[in-house]
């Protein structure tokens, strides 16, 4: 838990523009004011609801849901600064109510000394439980505090309704090459908490490494520059150069958005099933292989592949599904790294396959059975064996006998009725016009044709 810092009169930190050297530059860059901020302008851009809130002092309790590393903690330390509040941090994996208290206490007296506003901020703030969420309505009812909490994880579904309405959303999207870039020129620049006071010259290759290996990450991005310089000699003239071998020395492993947990893992399961769908090789092999850089089960991307082999590919190439699963097979038995050609193999396939969705039927009929119950089976379709008990203790005729049974006729196939009487018009399954679904459906209709031309002769 951090408590409150010492803060003047006028709410702004005593220590506000002493600048510690022994602290990271990612941390000494953290932005001060909206002006410094970057990103996120869909929301604190010029005229934007939150940007007029914090302009005209006004802020409600907020709620910031975006991806990590895409400046939730930073816009709430920038709110903080802004409007000349105490600004009290709360991680909801460590700390829990009686933390709480002691926060609300210390904020009461602050607010009866000076009228100063507090700002609470909660990291991970989904990680509370119910009674924990619900302990902070009270104080923001009576205005003590005002909330801001931020989460990666849907709020509709980890927060309580009561204090999601008494809260405004924002989401925060991922920041781009292009901001950290903007990030990473002005620490250069800064001189008195970036990197400004050092001659120091990175070249355009370098910075577009860094920019790109760091995916967002401003902070990895700065903490690897700060490396680079301070792992460099200056030459004959004094300077310090960091070229793209330097950059790539100490920004070795690019990071991946992906962590596997919350909404990320959907929305990149969503686009990897999508990009099969839509028949994209590129693009699925593209988010199959960001999800297994960031630590994804390949059981779970077979589980999607075979899903996809029936509700997308269906009968269009009924062989997708046996593909799938035997791809799956051989990866249980090799395991990786070799196991990646199993999983490009499904997953190339089923992206290059015929798109079906007709197995969808399945769920129209279960529909019909919800809402209007199942019929009586006909009583040529009934087991003729519990039909002949019931007609020799009834001495009546086996209704059974009146069944046609298809393999005595050409092509296998006869008329009769096989659906109660009540839906024996209704048709649910629609057939898919390529690939091999098709050349089955068509196969049926010349039967059904043939049988017909021949009732006419």
Request: glycine residues 6%; aromatic residues 8%.
């Given at each position: ?31 001060h ?28 309790s907020?709620i ?5 590393s ?21 991680n ?18 602050i ?26 309505l ?22 309580v309704?009561?204090?999601?309405s ?5 989401e ?13 020129d ?12 050092k ?12 920019a ?39 920004i ?5 958005r992906?962590d ?44 999607r ?17 046996s ?24 997953c190339?396939y ?67 009725q ?40």
């Open positions: 838990m951090d408590l409150f810092n010492e803060k003047s009169n006028t709410g702004r930190d005593q220590k506000a523009d002493y600048v510690n050297p022994h602290e990271p530059l990612a941390t000494r860059m953290r932005p004011s909206l002006e410094e901020f970057v990103g996120q302008k869909h929301i604190v851009g010029e005229g934007k609801m939150l940007r007029r809130m914090i302009e005209s002092g006004v802020i409600g907020l910031f849901y975006g991806p990590p895409s400046g939730k903690t930073t816009l709430a330390h920038v709110i903080s600064r802004e409007i000349n509040a105490q600004f009290v941090v709360l909801a994996v460590l700390d829990g109510i009686k933390d709480l208290r002691q926060v609300v206490a210390k904020a009461e007296k607010q009866q000394m000076n009228g100063q506003k507090t700002i609470l901020f909660v990291d991970e703030i989904h990680r509370w439980n119910k009674a924990q969420q619900d302990a902070l009270p104080h923001l009812e009576s205005g003590v505090i005002t909330l801001i909490g931020a989460t990666t994880e849907n709020p509709f579904y980890t927060m309704s009561p204090l999601l008494r809260c405004q959303l924002f925060l999207y991922d920041l781009t090459r292009d901001h950290v870039l903007s990030m990473i002005r620490a250069l620049a800064e001189e008195q908490r970036g990197l400004g006071k001659q120091v010259e990175v070249s355009q290759p370098a910075r577009n490494h860094l790109e290996f760091a995916a967002g990450d401003i902070r990895n991005a700065l903490n690897a520059l700060e490396v680079a310089v301070l792992s460099s000699d200056t030459n004959e003239d004094g300077v310090i150069r960091i070229d793209l071998d330097i950059a790539k020395e100490c070795q492993k690019r990071s991946v992906y596997g947990t919350g909404d990320e893992h959907y929305h990149f399961a969503s686009a990897f099933i999508k990009s099969m769908r839509g028949s994209d090789p590129d693009a699925a092999l593209y988010w199959m292989a960001s999800m297994l850089e960031g630590g994804e089960d390949p059981n779970f991307l077979f589980r592949m075979l899903i996809l082999a029936s509700e997308d590919v269906g009968l269009a190439d009924p062989h997708a599904l593909v799938v699963n035997a791809a799956h097979d051989a990866f249980t038995k090799c395991g990786m790294p070799e196991g990646l050609y199993f999983l490009a193999h499904a190339i089923l992206s290059l396959a015929p798109k079906s969705n007709s197995t969808g039927a399945i769920f129209s009929v279960q529909s019909e059975v919800r809402n209007n119950g199942t019929g009586p089976v006909p009583a040529h379709l009934r087991d003729k064996t519990a039909n002949s008990k019931q007609s020799r203790y009834l001495g009546v005729e086996n209704a059974s006998d009146d069944y046609v049974y298809p393999h005595s006729h050409d092509y296998h196939w006869a008329p009769q096989y659906l109660p009487e009540e839906v024996r018009e209704k048709s649910w399954y629609e057939p898919g016009n390529i690939g091999r679904e098709n050349k089955l459906w068509t196969r049926l209709q010349k039967i059904r044709e043939a049988y017909e031309n021949s009732r006419k002769k």
